[in-house]
């Protein structure tokens, strides 16, 4: 690893259990809500469906991002051509109406695709507080074969063992405690 | 291994898409493999010769700038041809890979998720190397901030109702989506391949996957995101090539002055876009022994959509034909007379040979299956979209209305270098790529992988599927 400033890992508490397939990992989520475990997350190696679900997590906003920055595009390339064709300086071109409408649709629909593009890429990384290199990696082989799910360390009220004793009575091939 | 292939099928009797005997540590060293090795001979001497193309079209380049664009055989009438015929090439090779990374994610195409990280790359690679040709086609490219509107001393701006402004923000927007949507599903490969790496390897990874771990919180709003670019990307890909049909569409010269050229232009692009991916993937997939990843399951769906396609660009042909005879125009009339008959016959019919026969082979699922017969096809169907461009642009503008325009087309040494050279700049970008990042996507390909394994009944169905089922 280098020993960059902006790769030092910041710490992180709580139980990691490890689960060698989804299914094993599903069935470990669906419980760990009802058990009172709060802000629980799942690393896999790719995303698991139901996953979110069973852990409460709420649906992404981000096509709302899409939709809106899609439309705003599209509604600034119109205002844009119709501003320097018809407004800042009108030029007759083959006797064309100023305001050409069918010819303005192309860039129209591009300006929105552009900036509904883009803007869904920088809501994204908006969202998942992206880059991030100061977080830490749980475990090289979460990205690899492993789905661990993480109960993080919260409050007052944390009890550890309470945590590990329910992650060891699911079927995770290991469970671990991490600490910075 | 054939006969090993055709044994793995799921209930419905369709084929698995990968062997379910497979683990997903599996997938990542596989897929790890040629990136984390010294490259073999093979790939070096491909490199080699790309380079050596991307040198000499380098050089072509310079010296046409000094020189200017009189250096290839370009003159009057004709005053777009290996240019332009290779703009729209390089623009139609690159709208497979948007449409099988797109397009068939939202048609739920579970089998692109083998080819469509390698198919955007040629997108990406294409898009550059048909971007190069509109500038050096200028003549002047250091004024090529021209086409851009920007405030300027002469507060002149655009003409935006010219279809060739239209093509700056069609092929830049493209180019710029494209690369968005395939650094979106690049992350999570990245991350595995920092997790697997040690040392400066593993601080490049690092920074390449921005720090992502495979948070479930992320891949919400990952698999949202995906979708959303998925679903821009793909009415931007038929508006692309409609637009590029429009710097013909949109004149009056017979031959180029038709409402078919839109969808035509599209269907073509998308037809000689499977046959470029066809012919890289026989090649990787050999090169880099991915044959377990990209199956001939997958080369037989895809020479599946070249026989539909290609069939679509037939009809297109025969439709062109006849509405030039219906029309009762005789300068329409004429021009298609003279595509089939004039003195660019030949390159009219190396068009239709390449373009509509060449692919029937097709209905037949041994040579579908054959990965011989498929190179083959796939190397005369790049041959024949080529001649495509070339015979709308060159046979239509050679003999225009007054007989005194008439003229024909040669080529000069340089035109053949800029299309040679323009292969070699593709290639060695691709073969960078096959270098450096991972060719296949390991996060879909492990979704896939689960499906498969589910389906041969490798694992235990969970009470949920057993009361669905």
């Known amino acids: 690893m280098l020993e960059l400033p902006f790769l030092r890992p910041k710490p992180m508490r709580g139980i990691l259990a490890l689960y060698d397939n989804p299914d094993e990992i599903l069935t470990a989520a669906a419980l760990v809500t009802e058990h009172g475990f709060r802000n629980v997350d799942a690393y896999t190696p790719y995303p698991v469906h139901g996953l979110s679900e069973a852990l409460g997590i709420r649906k992404s906003w981000v096509p709302y991002v899409t939709l809106v920055m899609g439309l705003t595009g599209a509604a600034l390339g119109l205002t844009f051509e119709i501003w320097t064709s018809a407004i800042d300086w009108p030029i007759n071109v083959g006797g064309k109406p100023m305001v050409s409408l069918p010819a303005f649709i192309p860039i129209t629909f591009e300006s929105g695709v552009l900036i509904g593009g883009t803007m869904t890429l920088a809501a994204l990384l908006v969202a998942c507080g992206l880059p991030n290199w100061q977080a830490p990696i749980l475990d090289r082989d979460l990205t690899n074969d492993r789905f661990g799910l993480f109960i993080p360390e919260t409050g007052p009220a944390w009890n550890e063992d309470r945590a590990i004793q329910f992650l060891r009575s699911t079927r995770a091939v290991d469970v671990r405690v991490i600490r910075g | 291994m054939s006969a090993n292939e055709t044994a793995l099928v799921n209930v419905t009797g ?19 493999a040629p990136i984390e090795r010294k490259p073999g001979r093979l790939w070096w001497i491909f490199f080699t010769i790309s380079v050596l193309l991307t040198l000499q079209f380098a050089a072509e380049i310079t010296y046409q700038i000094i020189k200017g664009v009189g250096i290839w055989g370009l003159n009057h009438p004709v005053g777009w041809a290996v240019d332009i015929t ?13 449409l099988i990374s797109a397009i068939l994610h939202l048609f739920r195409q579970r089998w692109r998720t083998a080819i469509n990280r390698s198919a955007e790359a040629m997108t990406i690679f294409a898009v550059m190397t048909a971007g190069l040709f509109p500038l050096i086609h200028t003549g002047r490219p250091w004024f090529a901030y021209w086409l851009v509107p920007y405030p300027n001393w002469r507060y002149l701006w655009v003409n935006f109702r010219s279809p060739l402004v239209w093509d700056v923000f069609a092929v830049s927007t493209y180019m710029t989506i494209s690369i968005c949507f395939w650094y979106t599903g690049l992350i999570p490969d990245f991350a595995s391949l920092r997790d697997r790496s040690t040392g400066w390897r593993r601080g490049i990874y690092g920074v390449l996957s921005l720090g992502w771990r495979g948070s479930e919180r992320h891949w919400q ?5 995906y979708m959303m670019l998925a679903g821009l990307s793909t009415p931007l890909v038929l508006s692309v090539h409609s637009i590029v049909s429009f710097d013909f569409a949109t004149s009056i010269l017979p031959g180029w002055h038709t409402t078919i050229f839109p969808p035509y232009f599209v269907a073509g692009a998308i037809f000689s876009g499977f046959a470029m991916v066809v012919t890289l993937l026989v090649i990787l997939r050999k090169v880099f022994k991915m044959e377990e990843y990209i199956t001939m399951h997958h080369l037989e769906n895809m020479n599946k959509i070249i026989l539909v396609t290609g069939m679509m660009v037939g009809y297109a042909y025969a439709t062109e034909f006849f509405i030039a005879l219906y029309s009762g125009n005789p300068f329409e009339r004429f021009v298609f007379l003279n595509r089939a008959g004039g003195p660019f016959a030949w390159s009219y019919w190396i068009m239709v040979s390449c373009n509509v026969i060449s692919p029937q082979v097709f209905w037949f699922k041994r040579f579908r299956r054959s990965l011989v017969v498929m190179f083959i096809v796939s190397l005369l169907v790049n041959v024949g979209m080529w001649f495509e461009r070339f015979t709308i642009i060159v046979t239509s503008l050679h003999r225009d209305f007054l007989p005194t325009n008439w003229s024909y087309y040669k080529p000069t040494i340089f035109d053949f270098s800029v299309i040679i050279g323009s292969f070699g700049f593709f290639f060695m970008w691709f073969l960078l790529f096959c270098r450096f990042f991972p060719t296949i996507s390991m996060a879909e390909v492990k979704q896939v992988l689960w499906n498969s394994k589910k389906a041969a009944g490798k694992v235990p169905a969970t009470k949920a599927e057993k009361i669905h089922a």
Do not use: Q
Not at chain 2, 86 to 98: L, R
């Open chain 2, 14 to 32: 369709e084929p698995l898409l990968i062997n379910p005997n497979k683990t997903f540590a599996d997938v990542n060293a596989e897929v790890a």
């Open chain 2, 86 to 98: 290779s703009f729209v090439f390089w623009i139609g090779i690159g709208h497979a890979g948007t």
């Open chain 2, 221 to 225: 709003h990952y698999e949202r995101a």
